[in-house]
């Protein structure tokens, strides 16, 4: 995608039952064809079939595509940039069990299944090394929002004499973008300092959610590398700072309420309000009439403002299941990836003065 587009691509989880009847990928590489048949069965009237077709085009269909090619294609520009000073973010998106952890952090099981954070720390740290006429500091953070609520996954290791949680409020300042204050900044020196506190971070989020008998697929995820450089030769007060987050959101299927009680209910109406409103962002968005956007309505939202209006590479990539059970929920996915594309945001590298 050119700078200012979202750049939004699918991923499908490969599959035995790989419905090709259905999902048809064409060899352009950019689309896919969703061909439909609806048994509407009405009373009185005797069986019919309904055909439906839609097509969707976007910038790159993964299929049986390696997690070293998916990094390539989709994140090393929007890495490339935030070490330029560009803010990016790369979002997936999708039904829970579709990949979007696989792709996002990959599967421990082997190198080479490594996704898309860890790839990223390490093409951070190379170039960290290889741009030597800079000096870096890198900081971390991991974010949870589970029901409306932040967690703060790297916060026990600050602060384990003090298990309070530290309050943690979403603001905005002009120059620095939104940012959360609270959440806890770790300085990080190299590739392996990274991943272990990525590492933390996923064991506090699983023993989050079994000691609170959360769902972790319940939440959203926001893996943030903070990067600020200064030129060596320069000696002047300017220097450079920019953000890099990386999402793993909440499965978007729609859960039904009824069925569901207690815990579970409360997560389906906090899943659905924050994915709607997700929706209703983007479609405010898309829509350049409209000049008011409903960031605030909830903390995913607001916490994205700047990833998805503002000054941000974003890539988005859309998971979906290539099985013809799962139809509808990939339909609705694939719906909300083509609307993401029509939103345009304006990257533009942060620079700052010391005072
Ligand atoms: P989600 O995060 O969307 O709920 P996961 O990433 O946990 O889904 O994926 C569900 C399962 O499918 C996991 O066991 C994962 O390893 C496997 N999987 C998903 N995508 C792929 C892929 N592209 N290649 C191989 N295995 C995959």
Request: glycine share 6%; aromatic share 6%.
């Amino acid at each position: 995608a050119h700078s200012g587009e979202v750049g939004v691509y699918v991923r499908i989880r490969p599959t035995a039952n790989f419905s090709q009847d259905i999902i048809e990928c064409l060899p352009d590489g950019q689309t896919v064809n969703i061909h439909h048949k609806k048994d509407t069965k009405k009373p009185l009237c005797s069986r019919k079939i309904q055909r439906s077709s839609w097509s969707f085009r976007l910038e790159g269909v993964l299929q049986d595509v390696s997690q070293e090619e998916v990094y390539t294609r989709v994140c090393r520009r929007v890495v490339l940039g935030a070490l330029d000073g560009y803010n990016g973010t790369v979002l997936c998106f999708g039904q829970t069990g579709a990949g979007k952890t696989y792709t996002m952090t990959g599967s421990t099981e082997s190198y080479k299944q490594r996704g898309i954070i860890p790839r990223a720390i390490q093409e951070v740290f190379q170039e960290v090394q290889k741009r030597t006429e800079h000096t870096f500091s890198v900081y971390l953070s991991y974010l949870e929002i589970y029901n409306e609520t932040l967690v703060d996954l790297l916060a026990l290791l600050q602060s384990s004499a003090h298990p309070s949680p530290r309050s943690m409020v979403i603001s905005e300042e002009p120059g620095r973008g939104v940012f959360i204050r609270g959440l806890s900044l770790h300085p990080v020196h190299s590739e392996e300092e990274a991943l272990n506190l990525l590492f933390e971070g996923e064991m506090n989020r699983v023993i989050g959610s079994h000691a609170l008998n959360r769902n972790s697929s319940r939440s959203h995820c926001i893996f943030t590398l903070h990067l600020e450089s200064r030129s060596r030769t320069l000696s002047d007060a300017k220097y450079v700072t920019s953000k890099l987050n990386l999402v793993d959101l909440a499965g978007s299927e729609r859960l039904g309420k009824t069925g569901s009680e207690g815990q579970m209910f409360k997560e389906a109406m906090y899943i659905n309000k924050s994915l709607s409103f997700l929706e209703q962002a983007i479609l405010a968005l898309a829509d350049r009439r409209r000049d008011h956007v409903p960031f605030r309505q909830t903390k995913l939202t607001h916490a994205l403002k700047d990833s998805l209006g503002g000054n941000c590479n974003t890539v988005l990539v859309a998971n979906i299941y290539g099985e013809a059970s799962q139809i509808e929920e990939t339909l609705s996915t694939l719906r909300f990836a083509s609307r993401m594309k029509c939103i345009r945001t304006n990257p533009a590298v942060n620079e700052h003065m010391d005072p």
